[in-house]
């Protein structure tokens, strides 16, 4: 019996991913898991609360574009298929659940910065994925901050 049949990255496309989806891989492959890679996007209106006094929506064409383009190239290096390969719109962490939900999956792996203090209660996307998942989550530690960075 495998620990899990259905794992999915969720992944922002900063360098850290990369590191992320090293271990999702990992984990899929130990447990013989479909492997599956979403990213979601938030709609410009939404991350400026839709008060943009012009059309922009050539420039979220450009970026989903261009995103498309991106997640492919990453994909193809993890040997993730082309049907398993997930862009979608909106709110990250609802996107995320609602994506998992519907398709069974039963890991979901994020990123993590491991915040503290003030960082923490202003949320994160790893912090919103966690609360309301609908199965297990695991929290990759990226962009670990050294005394030297503090």
């Known amino acids: 019996m495998s620990l899990y049949s259905r794992v999915l990255v969720a992944v922002d496309l900063t360098e850290d991913c990369k590191l992320v989806a090293d271990r999702a891989s990992e984990i899929a492959e130990v447990s013989k898991a479909d492997l599956h890679l979403i990213h979601v996007i938030e709609p410009i209106t939404l991350s400026y609360g839709g008060d943009i006094p012009m059309d922009v929506s050539a420039v979220q064409e450009s970026i989903t574009d261009q995103t498309e383009a991106y997640i492919a190239t990453f994909a193809s290096a993890y040997g993730i298929p082309f049907d398993h390969q997930h862009l979608v719109y909106g709110r990250p962490e609802r996107e995320i659940h609602r994506f998992a939900m519907e398709n069974d999956v039963d890991c979901i792996v994020v990123g993590s910065h491991g915040r ?35």
Do not use: K, Q, Y
């Not at 202003?122 to 990226?142: K, M, W, Y």
């Open 116 to 150: 503290h203090g003030l960082a923490l209660l202003f949320g994160s996307t790893a912090n919103g994925v966690l609360h309301g998942a609908p199965c297990d989550i695991i929290a990759v530690r990226v962009g670990v901050i050294t005394d030297e960075n503090e």
